[in-house]
């Protein structure tokens, strides 16, 4: 699948998938985490990924303009070192117990994450025969759900590790006991982030002194690619163009769904938050599992007919969890994880296919189009809060994977 000379490329950029699901679903803990450390309500919770997808949409151009210039590699190196820089900033946000230190530390890190999904996602597509982009985009990005049940793991073993006082409890607590614990629960972030920053600051610098092919380090200035009519040509396709909206709602679907999944545990099965987290895990196992199983058979399957299958499910599953509680309904979302598996990389492939030359600026929009995981995790909260129980709230995934499915609807007739 990929020439010999670029394996080691390849892997070091299949690593980064592993870095950024670390990150992506840590933020899911850290909802759950940051609701009783600020007494937040569902839709200032919501707000961690509010501010973790703005720092996507934001960056996402600037990135593939940075591509223009300094080629796939350069780019790489600098959404790393953006991702240590936001992780190294929880320490300072810790000591200050502050929530909005921690949203900016969030927005640094997903500024730098959009530059490794605006640069990784399409030199992974172009590192072998365009045919099989779709199946080795899957697996690349069967890696990232291995790194989002690490980033679980760690919430849950380190984060979420403290004393789970109830609301009554904190509010009769002493002042001076209050105080102690919001400063041992804000210091829980502390020493994981420290870790992670400094792991993929030492991952930049190995991709720094690796030899890669010239696809990785070619720049576009000579034929202008990148710049605004490449953008402006691009917003003249209407095929491209539902492949972004499909991916503004996937995105939102899937953020949405394992952001509130502990919180819904919480309230339909009476769960603690440390063992929601656990069938968080689950979750990411069986999205995981998708992936790989996802890479498989579109070697039988034609790739859309897969995600038409899969996005139905996976609404089907969202409308069941929303009108059948317990640990029945908890089933139902954790389920629909395996289904989500295939449809991000599916979605990027399918929407960027034969776009050539304009590949990187089709990246960035589809990479902005991230920002549905800014939206609807807050429109869920507000959803929640409004209707006095998180469970309505699944209804709104329901509705993103219908128009995923809509999406493979009309790329498969506009194949045919």
Known sequence: MVAQRRIAPF????????????????????????????????????????????????????????????????????????????????????????????????????????????????????????????????????FNPLGSIVGVLIGSQFILAGVDHGADELARMPEGALAAWRASEAAAVQLPYLFIGVGVIAWAILIRVTPFPAIATATDVEDDVGAASDFIQLLKRPPFLLGVAAQ?????????????????????????????????????????????????????????GLLRAFAAIGCALCVFATFVHGMTGVGALVASSFFMSIMYPTIFAESVRGLGPQTKPASALLVMAIIGGAVFPALMGYVSDTSGSIVFAMLVPAACFAVVLLFGVVKARRRT
Not at 27 to 51: E, P, R
Not at 273 to 282: P, R, S
Request: charged share 10%; aromatic share 14%; glycine share 8%.
């Open 11 to 142: 892997v070091l950029i299949v690593a980064l998938f592993f870095l950024w699901g670390v990150a992506n679903n840590l933020n899911d803990v850290l909802i759950a985490h940051f609701k009783k450390l600020f007494t937040l309500s569902d839709l200032q919770a919501g707000l961690v990924q509010s501010a973790f997808y703005l720092g996507y949409f934001c960056l996402a151009i600037p990135a593939a303009l940075f591509m223009r210039k300094q080629g796939y590699r350069a780019a790489v190196i600098l959404g790393l070192c953006l991702y240590g820089l936001g992780a190294l900033l929880f320490w300072p946000a810790a000591s200050a117990q502050s929530y909005p230190f921690f949203l900016g530390a969030l927005f640094v890190i997903a500024s730098g994450l959009a530059f490794l999904e605006t640069s990784a996602n399409p030199l992974i597509a172009r590192l072998g025969p365009e045919d099989s982009a779709s199946q080795r985009l899957n697996l690349a990005q069967a």
């Open 248 to 304: 503004f709602f996937y995105v939102g679907a899937q953020v949405g769904v394992w952001s509130f999944l502990i919180r819904y545990a919480h309230d339909a099965a009476n769960t603690s938050d440390q063992t929601g987290a656990h069938y968080l895990t689950l979750s990411l196992v069986l999205f995981m599992i998708g992936r790989f199983a996802g890479s498989a058979l579109m070697a039988r399957l034609p790739a859309l």
